[in-house]
């Protein structure tokens, strides 16, 4: 599981170093073999092990190509999808249009989510956490929450 946040550095070929608690395990489990894709809600990049992103691909594949909006899926997250192999430094090429899409420069935040990291700018990332808090707090208590937040403690 990959939880936590990252600040990291983009280097001048768009390379970043995964942090060192990650890589042998990413070793193991999927030889250094991650895909990487835009994230279609948020101007941030999805990095999953192989394994979980095989996952992907099967929902995707199971979407209708004849219906508009499961075909815009599966072309926005399969287009946009490139392998990233971990080199021996720990180390992944991020491909240049997926750092374009995501606005990526030098400082970068990598932050765990569970199956997959997500990879942010790093001006970006605070920016939408500032917004993400002050919404929250702006609307304590005036929104109906589902079910499943309903039940959610920590």
């Given at each position: 599981m990959f939880r936590g946040s990252f600040t990291l550095t983009l280097d001048?070929?768009?390379?970043?170093?995964?942090?060192?608690?990650?890589?042998?395990?990413?070793?193991?489990?999927?030889?250094?073999?991650?895909?990487?894709?835009?994230?279609?809600?948020?101007?941030?990049?999805?990095?999953?092990?192989?394994?979980?992103?095989?996952?992907?691909?099967?929902?995707?594949?199971?979407?209708?190509?004849?219906?508009?909006?499961?075909?815009?899926?599966?072309?926005?997250?399969?287009?946009n999808a490139a392998d990233c192999d971990m080199d021996k430094s720990g180390r992944i090429l991020v491909p240049a249009l997926l750092r374009q899409h995501a606005g990526l420069s030098k400082g970068i935040r990598l932050v765990g989510q569970l199956n997959k990291f997500e990879i942010w700018d790093e001006t970006t990332w605070h920016d939408r956490l500032a917004a993400d808090i002050a919404l929250e707090q702006a609307q304590a208590g005036e929104v109906e929450l589902s079910d499943r937040l309903q039940d959610f403690i920590l």
């Amino acid at each position: 599981m990959f939880r936590g946040s990252f600040t990291l550095t983009l280097d001048e070929k768009g390379r970043l170093a995964l942090p060192a608690r990650y890589r042998e395990f990413l070793l193991s489990d999927c030889q250094g073999h991650l895909v990487c894709t835009v994230d279609i809600h948020d101007p941030c990049l999805l990095l999953y092990p192989l394994a979980e992103w095989e996952e992907i691909e099967e929902k995707l594949k199971r979407l209708s190509s004849f219906n508009p909006q499961e075909r815009r899926l599966q072309r926005v997250l399969l287009g946009n999808a490139a392998d990233c192999d971990m080199d021996k430094s720990g180390r992944i090429l991020v491909p240049a249009l997926l750092r374009q899409h995501a606005g990526l420069s030098k400082g970068i935040r990598l932050v765990g989510q569970l199956n997959k990291f997500e990879i942010w700018d790093e001006t970006t990332w605070h920016d939408r956490l500032a917004a993400d808090i002050a919404l929250e707090q702006a609307q304590a208590g005036e929104v109906e929450l589902s079910d499943r937040l309903q039940d959610f403690i920590l």
